[in-house]
């Protein structure tokens, strides 16, 4: 072990042991998790919102079970990842009020609509394939209870993946209309999935240090490009395509080059002005609202229980 704390913390990081709450570790180390972390439970709240607004409509009782198990997954991710953050030092409130004010960010991808009933079947296949492809690599994260918590998230996200997919092969097969609420679906959804996975890799002022200290194992370049490797070949199955006249394999890459993502329309939906930014934080704030008179019940329970005892 090393004569300091900052030498036994990279110790550990270098020989794969987890860092847990109680041990030492660098202010920035605590600051970058927490940020990550709750950006993280933000997204998966927050991402229940797109879903949510078909469960009244979603076509047979089938595929309505399909979806509310779904959207109760993503909240039960939501429930994992703030406790996991909460280890670290910050409440789950000061983190709901991080995200009412705007602080704290979370995933573009839910600044979008959902139009059709594909959007649904496209969200599970592209967007939780992205999500699944950025998480898998998190189960290896260094902090113990982020990657603990990201094993059962990746379990659930790989059913989401391949009930998504499911639901577009059944539209790819049926009329003409379907087929093309399926296309129109990709279309839309794909270029927003690509910014999932953040900015190039030279403008990402995270990634370096987040990778030294093993929090992402692979920068955001890297995983976008294994995303538009996988993708562009599922989507042959479905006899769609996806709206990109540049990708075409690159036989001496070993992989799919694409074309340019409109980086200007990323960072116009992170300072919140996409379709929907306004719409999904005044949901979040009044179920917050909304939620006050529960909170005081449970306090004034809390409260008579301890005088009681
Ligand atoms: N949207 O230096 P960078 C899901 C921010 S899936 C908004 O590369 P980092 C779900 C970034 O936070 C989605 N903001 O940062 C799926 C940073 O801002 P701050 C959630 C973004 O952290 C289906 C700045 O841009 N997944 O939950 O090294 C259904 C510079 O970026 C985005 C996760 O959160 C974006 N797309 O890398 C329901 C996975 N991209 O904080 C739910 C965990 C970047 O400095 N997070 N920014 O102000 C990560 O893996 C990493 O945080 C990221 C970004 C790869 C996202």
């Not at 009244?56 to 089938?62: E, H, I, V």
């Not at 539209?171 to 910014?195: F, H, V, Y």
């Not at 955001?220 to 479905?238: G, H, P, S, T």
Request: aromatic content about 10%; hydrophobic content about 35%; glycine content about 6%.
């Amino acid at each position: 072990m090393g004569t300091n704390f900052e030498e036994q913390f990279q110790q550990k990081i270098d020989q794969e042991t987890k860092i847990e709450p109680k041990d030492w570790m660098p202010q920035k180390y605590r600051h970058t998790l927490i940020r990550q972390i709750s950006q993280h439970a933000h997204s998966e709240i927050v991402g229940m919102l797109p879903e949510g607004n078909w469960i009244t409509r979603a076509p047979s009782l089938k595929r309505k079970s399909i979806l509310l198990a779904k959207i109760q997954d993503e909240a039960g991710h939501g429930l994992y990842l703030y406790a996991a953050a909460e280890t670290l030092g910050i409440s789950r409130d000061e983190m709901y009020e991080q995200l009412h004010e705007g602080k704290a960010k979370y995933s573009s991808i839910f600044n979008y609509p959902t139009l059709t009933w594909a959007d649904i079947g496209a969200i599970g296949w592209l967007v939780d394939g992205a999500a699944i492809m950025n998480q898998v690599p998190l189960c290896r994260s260094s902090f113990g209870p982020y990657a603990r918590a990201m094993v059962r998230v990746c379990k659930e996200e790989s059913f989401h993946q391949r009930q998504g997919f499911e639901s577009l092969l059944v539209l790819s097969k049926g009329t003409e209309e379907q087929k093309r609420m399926c296309q129109d679906a990709i279309n839309r959804w794909w270029w927003p999935c690509l910014m999932m996975f953040g900015p190039p890799d030279d403008e990402s002022p995270n990634t370096l240090q987040s990778m030294q200290w093993k929090i992402k194992r692979f920068s955001n370049d890297e995983l976008r490009q294994k995303f538009v490797n996988m993708i562009a070949e599922q989507v042959k199955v479905l006899h769609m395509t996806l709206p990109d006249p540049d990708l075409k394999w690159n036989e001496e890459k070993n992989q799919y080059d694409f074309g340019k993502i409109n980086w200007e329309e990323f960072k116009q939906v992170l300072q919140g002005n996409g379709p929907c930014n306004k719409e999904r934080m005044d949901a979040r704030r009044k179920a917050w609202e909304d939620g006050a008179w529960v909170r005081e019940a449970a306090n004034a329970y809390a409260a008579k229980k301890s005088i009681a005892s």
